[in-house]
């Protein structure tokens, strides 16, 4: 099983649906969870960071679930702005040092 | 403050020449990460460097790739007799120490896209 899984997509939506994406790890340690936006051709960057209590930042909603080991993002009301690479990232402890594995991406299309 | 410096953005190498990807960290970063990119796939982690140090280079293939991170100057990825299979994009990301990074995440440069002819 691959440390971090994420379903590839795409993910074509509607402008103004919720769309959400699915995110499993495999280490039972893993202590820290993030999504990363990443546009065609360009660096990822950090969309928002996953709490275990769950976070909402405007339309954007990340959830974990330790039991399940997966987190979630969910995005309400879709803009065309929106369509991108969705890379889920999560942090075990490990060796004293933090090795960070980035999922393969979801790609989402956003469609008017 | 300057964010996290990669060049050159592109680099176009013939097969058996040698590449070198530089990276610049953010200022007061003492961490950072080397990934591979291949078109139309993932992050694929290379290399974690500190200052002077290799701490884990479990995704180096075992030849032709070194990276170092001296004590002065940027990050150094080397790729010697480039293949056309190292075409890709390389990113560098960089971190605080690792107790300031819990929670915080990486900050990725803009990434050098190597293509080999």
């Known amino acids: 099983r691959k440390e971090v899984e994420q379903d590839p997509g795409p993910f074509n939506v509607p402008e103004g649906a919720t769309v959400a994406f699915n995110c499993t790890y495999s280490?039972?340690?893993?202590?820290?969870f993030f999504w990363y936006r990443q546009d065609c051709r360009k660096e990822p960057k950090l969309l928002m960071s996953?709490?275990?209590s769950g976070n909402e930042d405007g339309r954007f909603t990340a959830q974990l679930n330790r039991a399940s080991q997966y987190i979630s993002l969910l995005i309400r009301d879709s803009k065309l702005s929106d369509s991108a690479t969705y890379l889920c990232?999560?942090?075990?402890?490990?060796?004293?040092?933090?090795?960070?594995?980035f999922g393969t991406g979801t790609k989402l299309q956003v469609i008017p | 403050n300057a964010g996290v410096m990669q060049n050159p953005r592109h680099l176009v190498r013939r097969r058996g020449q040698e590449a070198r990807l530089r990276c610049s960290p953010m200022?007061?970063?003492?961490?950072v990460y080397w990934y591979r990119q291949l078109p139309e796939e993932g992050l694929k982690f290379m290399v974690y460097?500190?200052?002077?140090?290799?701490?884990?280079e479990s995704g180096m293939p075992k030849e032709r790739f070194s990276a170092e991170f001296p004590k002065e100057g940027p990050s150094i990825l080397r790729i010697q007799q480039v293949v056309r299979g190292d075409s890709a994009a390389y990113f560098c990301?960089?971190?605080?120490?690792?107790?300031?990074?819990?929670?915080?995440?990486?900050?990725f440069g803009s990434g050098t896209r190597l293509t080999v002819v």
């Open positions: 990301a960089s971190s605080p120490s690792r107790s300031q990074s819990k929670g915080y995440g990486y900050t």
């Open positions: 280490n039972s340690a893993s202590q820290s």
């Open positions: 996953v709490y275990s």
């Open positions: 990232v999560v942090i075990p402890i490990s060796g004293g040092y933090q090795k960070v594995t």
């Open positions: 200022k007061g970063h003492s961490h």
């Open positions: 460097l500190q200052k002077e140090n290799i701490i884990d």
